[in-house]
C-alpha cells in the first residue's frame, strides 16, 4: 500500500552549471556517490538510485538522480519508517552537490569518459528504465490517500479507527460542537474524561475519551500518527492482539490522566496512539523483525516518541496520557511476544490479552476507591471555576500589558495605563477570586486560590507605587518595588509558572 507523507526533498539542478554533457555528468555523479560511500543500487542512462550510509543511530534515505540533455534533478527520501527529517533530506542533497563541485574541479573529462564507459555494462534496460516512469497522477495520489481508509488483511482495525474517530468528530461538528476550540461543557457532553465525572459513575469515559477531539488540528494530528503506526504494526500483531493492545491502552493511559490531573478535562487518542508506539518498541527491542529493518524503525520511532514527549511538556497537553499509554503498550509488547515468537495453541495468543485484561481492570478499581476516598468536588462548581478563571487569565494578560510600553511612551501615557489598564484589570481578578470562594472546591484548588488573591494584592500595591513614583517623579518607592518583584516571584514559583 502506497503512503505519500514520507519526508522529501527535491533540487533541479542545470547541467549548463557543470560544463560537462549527460555522459561526462554521469560518470562524475558516480564518482562522487562512491566519495561519500553511497551505496548505488540501480544505474542507467538516465541517472541512479542510491542508498545514503546507515547505522544504528542514523537513518538511511533513498536518493535519485534523473538526467536528461538539459537538466539533473535531485531526490533525497527518508526510509526505514522515518517520519520526520529534520532537513537531513536537503543537507543529502547539498552534500551532494558539494562532493560533486569539488570533484569537477579536479577530474579531467577525458578520466570521465573513460569511467563512462566503464559503467555501460550496468545499465539497465532503455525500455524498461524504472527512473523514466512517469510521476504519480494526482488521481493515483487520491486513490492512494483513499487506499488509508479500506479495510484489507494486514490492515483492517486502523482504518476501522480513523473512520470512527472522523465519524466522531465530524458529527460533533455537525451537532454544533466547536470546530476548532470546543468548550469544557460540550466535551463532557460527548464524554471526555474528567476525575469528578469518571469516578463519580460514569466509568465508560476512559473508553469515550480516546474517541473524542479537541479541534480539528488534534483530530488530524492524532489521526496521521494512528495511520503510521497502524501500517507498521498492524501485520505484525494481526486483527485481534492490534484491537486488543489499542483499548488496553487506552484505557490506562486515560487512568493514568485521571490519577494525575486532577481539575483537567483531556480527551484525544494520543494515549492509545503512544500506547501502540510503546507496543512496537517493545517488540523492536526483540529479535521479532529482522535486524537491518530493526535499527533503522527503532531509531526513528525513538526518536517520534522523544520528539511528542518533549512537545507535550508544553501547557494544555496531557503527557501523563501520552507517558501512561507508552509504558502500558511496553508491557503489553513484551507479553505479546511469546505468542508472536512461537504461534503454538489459541492459548498462547489469548492469554496476554486476557492477563492484561483483568489487570487494567483491577486496576481501575484500585485507583477509582482511592480517589473517591479522597473525595470528589462538585461537577457543577469546577466547571463554573474554569469559566470565571479563564476571565482572569485573559484580564492577567491585560494587566500585564504596561510592560510593553513603547520607551517613547510620555508619562501620561503611562499613568494612563498602570491606572486605567492595570490597576482596574488587578481589582477585576481579585473579584472574580471573591466569587469562587463560594464553590465546592477541593483543598489543592482553594490554597492555589489563596495565593492567586496575594499574587494580585502585590501586583495592585506594585502598580500603586509606579505610578506614584512617576507621577512624583521619584525613587523612593525602589526598595519596596524589589521586595515586591521578590515576593511575587516567590509565589509564582510556587504556583509553578516562570516569568519570561
Known sequence: MAFGFTPKYAQEYLLAQTNLDRKQFLALAAMALEKLSWKIDYTSTNGFMAETRKSALVMPFAIKIVVDDEKVMLYSESIGGSMYDFGKNKKNIRKFLETLEGLRATTLHEDLEKRYEAMIPDFAEAENDYLLQPPATMKDNFDDFVSLFKPVEGYFITPVLLITNLAIFILMVILGVSFINPDVESLLQWGANFRPVTVGGEWWRLVSSTFIHIGVIHVLMNMYALTLIGLLLEPYLGKIRFISAYILTGILASL??????????????????????????????????????????????????????????????????????????????YGFYPGLKNAGTPLRKFAPIGVGGIATIVLCIVVFENLASSGVPNVNDLIRYEERMEKFYIQESMALEIY????????????????????????????????VDGLELSDNIQDRNKALRKYCELRLELYGLYYAGIDENTNKYETRIMEIDRAIMTILETLGVVED
Open 404 to 435: 510593553n510600553m513603547p520607551e517613547t511612551a510620555t508619562e501620561r501615557e503611562l499613568l494612563s495605563e498602570i491606572r486605567n489598564r492595570g490597576i482596574y484589570y488587578w481589582k477585576e481578578n481579585i473579584k472574580i477570586l471573591n466569587e
Open 256 to 333: 493514568c490522566s485521571l490519577w494525575w490531573n486532577e481539575n483537567s478535562v483531556s480527551a484525544g487518542a494520543s494515549g492509545a496512539i503512544f500506547g501502540m508506539y510503546g507496543v512496537f518498541l517493545a517488540m523492536l527491542s526483540t529479535n521479532l523483525i529482522e535486524k537491518d529493518q530493526r535499527k533503522n524503525l527503532l531509531t526513528s520511532i525513538g526518536v517520534f516518541v522523544g520528539y511528542n514527549l518533549i512537545f507535550g511538556l508544553k501547557e494544555g497537553i496531557d503527557n501523563a496520557a501520552h507517558i501512561g499509554g507508552l509504558i502500558s503498550g511496553l508491557i503489553i509488547g
